[in-house]
């Protein structure tokens, strides 16, 4: 069983389309994470919630929104899509336990390509 | 504010040669380390960590520890293999622990027979 599945894979669209990627996890894991990684390999976070709850919002444009449904699930929808936003987006989720540093298990990421 | 710096890449190595890719930090207070590994094709996967100072992680034959004095984490191995070729990231977690994680810029790791 895949542990963070998100999907799909691969997305190419047109530039000013709205796009939405999902993200499921069976972990049990209260937290959720989507980070992008540019052409250059940088990794950086966009979003995290908790119990459904928004905590890290780092500075992602607001066309950018995560909606979580229930604490299994984050998912990610784009709006007017620019060709800025061509990267592979990673979600990742982790257990919060108190006095230490979580592990962060990744899906397999979305490969977006924007034309 | 807080940030990690790893060595350029790619390092390109032989079979059976010592590795090393170098990580340095720059944060406030006592942020706990990591090193993850991507393998092609697939999400990062933790590899080691070290949560306080002169603690050393290991995992598969890597090891890093964890200097304060010189802000670093550097990720070694005596003898690579082929299958070790995988882009490697720095990382590291402030205490206060909200999750967040600081990544490196990515080290590109080809290990040819």
């Known amino acids: 069983d895949t542990a963070v599945s998100q999907t799909p894979k691969y997305l190419v669209t047109q530039m000013g389309n709205d796009k939405s990627i999902k993200c499921e996890q069976n972990l049990g894991h209260d937290t959720m994470y989507w980070y992008k990684q540019d052409s250059k390999k940088f990794l950086k976070i966009m979003f995290s919630?908790?119990?459904?709850?928004?905590?890290i919002n780092e500075t992602v444009p607001n066309r950018f929104s995560p909606k979580s449904p229930d604490k299994a699930h984050l998912n990610l929808h784009i709006n007017s899509l620019e060709l800025g936003d061509s990267a592979v987006y990673f979600c990742?989720?982790?257990?919060?336990?108190?006095?230490?540093?979580?592990?962060?298990?990744f899906g397999s990421g979305t490969q977006l390509s924007v034309l | 504010g807080n940030s990690v710096t790893q060595m350029e890449g790619p390092v390109t190595l032989s079979e059976e040669a010592f590795l090393t890719i170098n990580c340095t930090y720059t944060a406030t207070g006592y942020p706990s380390l990591f090193w993850y590994v991507q393998y092609p094709g697939e999400g990062l996967q933790l590899l080691l960590k070290a949560t306080k100072a002169d603690d050393k992680g290991s995992n598969k034959g890597f090891e890093a520890t964890y200097r304060k004095e010189t802000t670093s984490f550097h990720l070694e191995k005596g003898s690579v293999q082929v299958s070790d070729s995988a882009v490697y990231f720095c990382a590291l977690s402030k205490a206060g622990n909200t999750g967040k994680l600081i990544f490196g810029q990515g080290t590109t790791l080809q290990v040819k027979p």
């Open positions: 990742a989720s982790s257990q919060y336990e108190a006095g230490s540093n979580e592990k962060l298990f």
């Open positions: 919630y908790n119990n459904k709850e928004l905590i």
